[in-house]
């Protein structure tokens, strides 16, 4: 028996975007039906997958934090001006 489910316009064309990534990748296209119940399969099998909270990163990020996140800077003992790193990034010359 099936059910109705509403989505809003904004899940809709997501759930398009996933259709297309789908076919592309597999060549097979998909019903919607189709993707929604092996996305249920997965979330009963993991469910994990919908009830962890997504990582959010607080502004201003706390002192610790940066702290932290300066401890993995190691220097490789380059010098690098910023015309190189915007000639590496952007083109224009020799690397």
Do not use: C, F, H
């Amino acid at each position: 028996m099936a059910t109705t489910v509403k989505i809003t316009e904004e899940t809709n064309r997501k759930l398009d975007r996933l259709q297309a990534r789908v076919l592309l990748r597999t060549g097979k296209k998909l019903s919607k039906q189709e993707i929604l119940e092996q996305l249920v399969r997965a979330g009963l099998t993991n469910e994990t997958l919908l009830v962890r909270r997504p990582s959010q990163i607080r502004y201003p990020i706390p002192d610790k934090v940066w702290k932290r996140i300066l401890g993995k800077v190691t220097d490789l003992g380059i010098v690098t001006s910023e015309e190189d790193i915007d000639r590496l990034l952007y083109g224009g010359g020799e690397a």
